[in-house]
């Protein structure tokens, strides 16, 4: 188990009446393998704050109404994180015919991945492969091979097209690629956001990060394709088909904002069973789907 505390504040100047509209995916997603201890949120100015709960990916979206003037949203929590870690090579892909239905969304091309444009380059370099755990991890090492992590080189409008073409780009860019290819390859794969733990600082102050699962054997497994953090220190915040799902904060009306401030670290205590995150060689799930059986289906 590990045990993960992180903080983030974001701030905000709202210009001209009446204000602006927010909506917040910052908080810990609530699932089997990743229970919160306890959290803390403020918002700054005293208005309502709506709360909603998607209940396939577990994301939880907050909603407010902020009047003109200066927002603080405060997040603070305590998290504890199981892993289901097994040998590589025992993870095999799962037949599309036996896919459970909330995995079949995550086969189909998106806005920033157009798994359809790649079809034939997946293919010629992938296809031949064996099929399994093995198969994904050439993928990522392939996008990691072709894109080099280099900050302010894409922005909001960037596909993984773009990213193949340019072989430059930022955490969210490695992701969309890697998610391409699997889906160019009929495997399921999925956009999570989370905290960088574990980043080198050379690269900046901690902030959100992006980074992939993709659905093996009926569990979703974690794969980072940047390489800038460490999977096991990953905090499940946002999950969607790509990043137009995942934005931590999606803002209607005349807003300026500060980077965010996030602070996270994680405690090691074998006594209470608590593991400090650290690069593994197995394959790490913290989000298991059922087993569908197309024959009670209906």
């Known amino acids: 188990m590990v045990r993960i505390q992180l903080a983030i504040d974001l701030q905000y100047q709202v210009h001209t009446p009446p204000g602006a509209d927010f909506i917040f995916n910052l908080q810990c997603a609530l699932t089997r393998q990743q229970t919160v201890v306890w959290e803390e949120l403020l918002v700054s100015q005293p208005v309502p704050v709506l709360s909603h709960t998607d209940p396939a990916t577990h994301s939880r979206l907050l909603r407010l109404s902020a009047p003109p003037g200066p927002l603080l949203v405060r997040y603070r929590a305590t998290l504890d994180i199981t892993h289901h870690a097994v040998a590589p090579a025992s993870v095999r892909e799962t037949p599309v015919a036996q896919l459970p239905p ?149 803002i209607f009306g005349n807003v300026t904002s500060q980077a965010p401030h996030i602070d996270v670290s994680a405690q090691s205590d074998p006594q209470h069973g608590w593991s400090y995150p650290v690069h593994r060689d197995e394959a790490l799930s913290t989000d298991a789907v059922f087993a569908w059986n197309p024959v009670n289906a209906g």
Do not use: K
């Open 102 to 250: 909330e995995a079949l969304i995550y086969l189909y091309p998106s806005r920033y991945c157009q798994s359809d444009c790649l079809t034939a380059q997946a293919m010629s370099l992938f296809g031949t492969m064996p099929q399994g755990y093995g198969r994904v991890i050439a993928i990522r090492d392939w996008v990691r091979q072709q894109v080099s992590f280099q900050s302010n080189t894409s922005n909001s409008m960037t596909s993984a097209l773009d990213t193949l073409h340019s072989h430059a780009g930022v955490c969210r860019d490695f992701a969309h690629l890697m998610i391409a290819m699997c889906r160019a390859l009929n495997i399921p794969a999925r956009f999570t956001t989370a905290i960088d733990f574990g980043a080198d600082p050379a690269l900046g102050p901690t902030d959100f990060h992006a980074y992939v699962e993709v659905y093996l054997d009926h569990r979703w497994y974690l794969f980072d394709p940047s390489g800038t953090a460490i999977p096991m220190g990953f905090v499940r915040i946002g999950t969607g088909r790509d990043a137009a799902d995942c934005s931590f904060a999606t």
